[in-house]
């Protein structure tokens, strides 16, 4: 029913930013969730931010502690595209940064997402 198709990633030195896109090929009634998550090597997939949509409007639920203030996730309801802008990137950003999206309001947990991106490798230089 949904596809995630995402890309964006790439080289950054420290302090650099790059946008992560996530396009959306099907159809997403009503109430959806939309999240990125991220991986390191040797470590397990973790959380990094998500937002809320329906036909009423968009709402940026929250973020880890580890990107707040310097992440941002938004959608272009047009596009049906998920974006990831990620500011003053670090080091300990490394990681395939995957999007996720399922419906209903999910919350932090990789196994409450139906629909996955095939990620995108982000690799932070210090």
């Known amino acids: 029913q949904v596809q995630l198709v995402e890309s964006g990633g790439g080289l950054v030195q420290a302090g650099g930013s790059l946008r992560l896109s996530c396009a959306v090929s099907?159809?997403?009634?009503?109430?959806?969730?939309g999240a990125w998550f991220r991986q390191a090597p040797g470590t397990e997939r973790e959380f990094a931010a998500r937002?809320?949509?329906?036909?009423?409007?968009?709402?940026?639920?929250d973020y880890a502690d580890s990107v707040k203030g310097r992440f941002t996730i938004s959608r272009d309801n047009a596009k049906n595209t998920l974006y990831l802008q990620l500011n003053n990137l670090k080091p300990d950003d490394t990681a395939v940064y995957y999007c996720?999206?399922?419906?209903?309001?999910?919350?932090?947990?990789?196994?409450?997402?139906?629909?996955w991106g095939q990620g995108t490798q982000i690799t932070v230089s210090s």
């Open positions: 099907g159809r997403t009634f009503g109430l959806y969730t």
């Open positions: 996720a999206a399922s419906p209903g309001t999910k919350g932090r947990l990789e196994n409450e997402y139906t629909y």
């Open positions: 937002v809320r949509w329906s036909g009423a409007g968009t709402y940026a639920l």
